[in-house]
């Protein structure tokens, strides 16, 4: 756990909405731990590859747990993270491409489980890398 790196310099392209999920999330991981009283330590972030991978690095204060998984599959990540950790707040953030084409398989196994994740898939309108 630590605070986040300064030095990690994030330039999104004009017009970019994800500092705007970037803040939601974070007003969400702050409402959260203080109405439940918990920790931050007992959030961990599963985010895809692409822009959406940076919400790891991008999170303003004492920074959750995180990890920057392979493309398409940070779905089947936060389900071993969820399983084998039911006390962890566990929350996938992914973009369009990530989550719903080359990962769109693991939906409705993992719904089907019905897992304690939180998924946020953010969508660019170009299936791709907006860089």
Known sequence: MSVRNQEYDFKGCPG???FGVKRALEMAINTFTEEFEIPRTSNVIVAGIGCSGNMVHLIDGEQPFGIHGIHGR?????FGISSSR???NTIVVAGDGDFLSIGGEHIAPSAARNPNITCIVMDNGVYGLTK
């Open 74 to 78: 940070s779905l089947p990540i936060a």
């Open 16 to 18: 970019c909405g994800d």
């Open 86 to 88: 039911p006390d962890l």
